[in-house]
């Protein structure tokens, strides 16, 4: 049962679904994303661990996978994850991923781990590489504080869903010395990271940071699926305020 008032939002997600599952299914050449500066400079900053011996630091942020409200943030981190895993396995390096929820440290740990048997490195995956710090967002990030004071990352990466403690993690980090990458999504809290970290993700950077990174057809699939409905989005905001300029309310009137 359709709620009355809410056609137009049913026919466009059907709409969007269908564009989704066909763009899957045709497959063809994996269309370009514009370049992403912070997730470009993930392999400077892994080199930078290389070059200087120093560890690599990573967080999801302060959410879990379970919450409505961080959820999408938070596994659009680990996808990160997964890329930063893969490389400190090629070559070698001490990574350290700290988290601030339970199930959050499930889904972390398992991601280090299939990177680094990906690698072929299944030695060299140790369980402390993921940690649970504490799930009080100020004790998590006096976690990560006094762990950049002591072992001075060479790299930090603090994607995901952050509060209030952001600007103690962005502040400490930018302290260390490190490269430090930073995203995410609520904007309250995004000045914090953009005048504190190297490179930044804003909003829908992050998201799309899995399919940036990974090249997967199908993620890619889902971006352009994504990146059509705003084209039409944005013709139809065109459209309607044309028409309401001449006096017609045709097309508003359909959309309510």
Known sequence: MIVKGQEVAFYVFLALIGMTIYLIRKGGPIPSIRKIAGLEAIEEAIGRAAETGRPVFFTPGAGGVSSASSAIDTMSAIEVLAHVSDLTAKYNLDLMVGVSQADTHTIADQTVREAYSRAGQSDAYKPEMVQFLSPQQFGFAGACAGYF?????????????????????????????????????????????????????????????????????????????????????????AIGAVMVTFGSKVLTDFLK
């Open 149 to 237: 004071e002591r072992e001075r990352p060479a790299a930090i990466f603090l994607l995901g869903w952050f509060a209030a403690e952001t600007v103690t993690l962005a502040e400490a980090a930018a302290l260390s010395g490190a490269i430090v990458i930073g995203g995410m999504v609520r904007y309250v809290q995004l000045p914090s990271l953009l005048v504190s970290c190297d490179y930044t993700l804003i909003a829908e950077e992050l998201y799309v940071a899995g399919a940036y990174l990974s090249k997967q057809p199908v993620k890619m699939a889902c971006i352009r699926s994504q990146d059509y409905g705003k084209l039409a989005a944005i013709a139809l905001i």
